[in-house]
T-cell receptor, first 111, second 108 residues
Framework: DTEVTQTPKHLVMGMTNKKSLKCEQHMGHRAMYWYKQKAKKPPELMFVYSYEKLSINESVPSRFSPECPNSSLLNLHLHALQPEDSALYLC??????????FGPGTRLTVL | RKEVEQDPGPFNVPEGATVAFNCTYSNSASQSFFWYRQDCRKEPKLLMSVYSSGNEDGRFTAQLNRASQYISLLIRDSKLSDSATYLCVVRPGNQFYFGTGTSLTVIP
């Protein structure tokens, strides 16, 4: 199983809403990642979890809050987002010394 | 200085052509190198890892030059289905650094 799943596929939210993005992998990978991707740009790293501990936070605004409940799950909690936060949010996982596998992403629109 | 530099293109080539993409990286301690393919509005998918000795997978050949700190991807006999954005990725440690991506369109 080389699959990373993400839900929901699409999300539309207002600036006052609270929502969560979910990511799951069953490949036994010990590193999980959140990326944000705007059109015609490469993925931009937001957070890295290694062995369920937050190891990298790329100066992401506090309206984005990651959570790693266990080694297979990764969440991204969203609150008070801005329209410029609209993007494709990608989750990925990897072993500590090999390639990343990406989920299909959540396309987020903030109104 | 960017961790990874990549020519964004676009490359527009006829079917059957050979096309090459290059990336340079700045961190000489980088150990792992990859090429990903990304179709419009989809997630990046691993095309191939890049090994020191070079490696080939069908029409695709990847090369690594550690002395000059660049990696390359050669696509032979281009197909319409090769049209996509190709991202080079460099991994020093627990972080992945992406190039800007090179857009390829294969024209009938």
């Amino acid at each position: 199983d080389t699959e990373v799943t993400q839900t929901p596929k699409h999300l539309v939210m207002g600036m006052t809403n609270k929502k969560s993005l979910k990511c799951e992998q069953h490949m036994g990978h010990r590193a999980m990642y959140w990326y944000k991707q705007k059109a015609k740009k490469p993925p931009e790293l937001m957070f890295v979890y290694s062995y369920e501990k937050l190891s990298i936070n790329e100066s992401v605004p506090s309206r984005f809050s990651p959570e790693c409940p266990n080694s297979s799950l990764l969440n991204l909690h969203l609150h008070a987002l801005q329209p410029e936060d609209s993007a494709l949010y990608l989750c990925a996982s990897s072993q500590l010394d090999s390639e990343q596998f990406f989920g299909p992403g959540t396309r987020l629109t903030v109104l | 200085r960017k961790e990874v530099e990549q020519d964004p293109g676009p490359f527009n080539v006829p079917e059957g052509a050979t096309v090459a993409f290059n990336c340079t990286y700045s961190n000489s301690a980088s150990q792992s190198f990859f090429w990903y393919r990304q179709d419009c509005r989809k997630e990046p998918k691993l095309l191939m890892s890049v090994y020191s000795s070079g490696n080939e997978d069908g029409r695709f050949t990847a090369q690594l030059n550690r002395a000059s700190q660049y990696i390359s991807l050669l696509i032979r006999d281009s197909k319409l289905s090769d049209s996509a954005t190709y991202l080079c990725v460099v991994r020093p440690g627990n972080q992945f650094y992406f190039g800007t991506g090179t857009s390829l369109t294969v024209i009938p």
